[in-house]
């Protein structure tokens, strides 16, 4: 009868799931929605599509960068009219 040979197991952990990678379009989105706004949202359009298509990581940012860019435009369309507005009232 032959005696049972002990091999020990290594129960370590397993490793890290890999992160899903960020969208490069994202990352673009949110920095030129700061530059300029109109891009930002272009970008961020393509960049959630590109993200919905790939499961790739970078919603969040997508998403910041149109919320920056749609407020950044509106924000400059009122000061626009505020403006105009107080330019035609001295004029009158």
């Known amino acids: 009868m032959s005696t049972p040979q002990y091999q020990p ?10 992160s899903a ?5 994202a990352i673009v989105a949110l920095i030129s929605s700061f530059f300029i706004s109109l891009l930002g949202v272009i970008l961020g359009h393509v960049a959630l599509g590109q993200i919905k298509r790939t499961g790739e990581g970078g919603r969040g940012l997508a998403i910041a960068a149109l919320v920056i860019g749609y407020a950044s435009i509106a924000l400059s369309v009122v000061l626009l009219i505020v403006v105009l507005g107080s330019a035609a009232a001295s004029q009158a």
């Open 9 to 18: 197991q290594y129960q370590g952990y397993a490793p890290a799931p890999a």
């Open 21 to 25: 990678k960020t969208n490069t379009l």
